[in-house]
């Protein structure tokens, strides 16, 4: 069953999440983290999880990201390269698994 994702579930959510990070393919991020960062960088409504009998098993939340002059200096087109071939790299890794 898929319903609104609690506070309450947040735990279990955090540690999907690193379970997540263990494979390489989950995210850019490297470290999980804090309840308090985690809450604040994800929409307050769209979040949701999938529960195989009350047990939360799966989660997905909509986040916001930005690009800043300091995260993410000027893309020039050999920089660019770089991030697809990063992207590339990475989906391929995921697909191996």
């Not at 960088?41 to 989660?59: I, P």
């Not at 916001?64 to 990475?90: M, Q, V, W």
Request: proline content about 3%.
């Amino acid at each position: 069953m898929i319903r609104q994702m609690k506070l309450t579930d947040l735990d279990v959510v955090l540690t999907i999440y690193g379970e997540g990070l263990k494979t390489g393919c989950a995210t850019f991020e490297t470290t999980i983290p804090s309840k308090e960062k985690w809450n604040s960088s994800h929409h307050k409504t769209l979040r949701f999880v999938a529960e195989t009998g009350e047990q939360v098993v799966e989660w997905i939340a909509l986040f916001h990201y930005a690009f800043t002059k300091s995260s993410c200096p000027e893309i020039t087109p050999h920089n660019r390269e770089l991030i697809d071939g990063a992207k590339i790299k990475l989906f391929n890794n995921c697909l191996k698994e």
